[in-house]
């Protein structure tokens, strides 16, 4: 068959009356291969194009807490993949992802706020509830004042 199709195309540059009949065969010939050749060029472009797109979109960069090399997106949090350490990519590094902006302090400063609050807020609801001003003497001897309505803080603070 390829060598029918080959003595098509040598008849078809030589003129005489075949041309009438060859010509309409070879268009559709050349057709099928532009056609071939089309979708080789769309997918060089379509392997470039996601080259650019995955080099744009992405970064390659050391994971801050272990040092492992990784890529990760640019505009999401990811997951490191040696320690698990949620990263995110900022001024074309990966730094420790926290999703308030707000760097947080370690546990036991955590804790220390935290209690610090708390007392804060017990000293508050203490000294608003009392009806003297502060002074329990003005209930009547020997009588245990009336309960009251209070949050228990169980924290200790280690330095």
């Known amino acids: 068959l390829s060598t029918a199709f080959f003595g098509l195309i040598i008849l078809s540059f030589i003129p005489g009356p075949w041309q009438i009949i060859t010509g309409p065969i070879i268009s559709v010939i050349n057709m099928f291969y532009m056609f071939k050749f ?8 379509a392997v470039f194009g996601a080259s650019w797109w995955f080099d744009q979109t992405t970064l ?9 090399f990784q890529r990760g997106p ?25 999703k ?24 508050t609801t203490t000294v608003s509830s009392s009806p ?15 309960a009251k309505d209070a949050d228990i803080v169980d924290a200790e603070v280690v330095n």
């Open 60 to 68: 390659e960069g050391q994971c801050p807490r272990c040092g492992t």
């Open 38 to 45: 089309g979708i080789f060029l769309l997918a060089i472009a």
């Open 74 to 98: 640019k505009g999401d949090p990811f997951g490191c993949l040696a320690c698990g350490e949620e990263l995110e990519v900022k001024e074309d590094m990966f730094v420790r992802y926290v």
């Open 100 to 123: 308030s902006g707000k760097v947080e302090g370690s546990a036991f400063e955590q804790l220390r706020d935290f209690a610090q609050e708390a007392a804060e807020k017990a000293k």
């Open 132 to 146: 003297s001003g502060g002074s329990r003497s003005a209930g009547v001897a020997g009588k245990r004042p009336a």
